[in-house]
T-cell receptor, first 119, second 111 residues
Framework: EAGVVQSPRYKIIEKKQPVAFWCNPI?????LYWYRQNLGQGPELLIR????????DSQLPKDRFSAERLKGVDSTLKIQPAELGDSAVYLC?????????????????FGAGSRLTVL | GIQVEQSPPDLILQEGANSTLRCNFS?????LQWFHQNPWGQLINLFY???GTKQNGRLSATTVATERYSLLYISSSQTTDSGVYFC?????????????FGTGTRLQVTL
């Protein structure tokens, strides 16, 4: 079974340009997450989807970031326009559970990440 | 929000040595996971362990939820154990899937 697939793996752009990242979660996983990981730090949640609904986007900088998960499967994260401080690794993860079920179904599986460099 | 502290921040071991990594968190949790991020950046889930003890090969983990800490034990370390180990927790308030990560412990295992 394929894991969480992300593309592109690397992207270099100039500031003010747009960029988009794509994520295909594990088949059957209804919860999808986008995390951002700055150098030397742990991942920070940007947005969480349960099926096609964004249930937590409180940490998504909505002035320049947008995300969608059409049909509750694949997801796209967009930045427009990009700023120097957006340079980071953007990680997508998925899990089986929704809501607050205290079970192993909440185990997250991460993709390999998309490394963004803004010049 | 919940605070997650990991120690030590950096650790260098010789191959074959044992180590203990610690994760302290500031509030009650019902979801705690340990991850290993390899040198290529891939995050791999090691344990889902909101309480109790689990073992998987040379790795084991213990979470004492009432005292708000978790420990990850690595025995007979190998060079492939190198990377960053993250603890991630979620509050016991209906947001179980919103994991907050610590800053990690960077482990280097040398020959």
């Amino acid at each position: 079974e394929a894991g969480v697939v992300q593309s592109p793996r690397y992207k270099i752009i100039e500031k003010k340009q747009p960029v988009a990242f794509w994520c295909n979660p594990i088949s059957g996983h209804n919860t999808l997450y986008w995390y951002r990981q700055n150098l030397g730090q742990g991942p920070e949640l940007l947005i969480r989807y349960e099926n096609e609904e964004a249930v937590d986007d409180s940490q998504l900088p909505k002035d320049r970031f947008s995300a969608e998960r059409l049909k509750g499967v694949d997801s796209t994260l967009k930045i427009q326009p990009a700023e120097l401080g957006d340079s980071a690794v953007y990680l997508c993860a998925s899990s089986l559970a929704t809501g607050d079920l205290p079970s192993g179904a909440n185990v997250l599986t991460f993709g390999a990440g998309s490394r963004l460099t803004v010049l | 929000g919940i605070q997650v502290e990991q120690s030590p921040p950096d650790l260098i071991l010789q191959e074959g040595a044992n180590s203990t990594l610690r994760c302290n968190f500031s509030d009650s949790v019902n979801n705690l996971q340990w991850f290993h991020q390899n040198p290529w950046g891939q995050l791999i889930n090691l344990f889902y362990i909101p309480s109790g003890t689990k073992q998987n090969g040379r790795l084991s983990a213990t979470t004492v939820a009432t005292e708000r800490y978790s420990l990850l034990y690595i025995s007979s370390s190998q060079t492939t154990d190198s990377g960053v180990y993250f603890c991630a927790v979620a509050l016991n308030t209906g947001t179980a899937s919103k994991l907050t990560f610590g800053t990690g412990t960077r482990l280097q295992v040398t020959l």
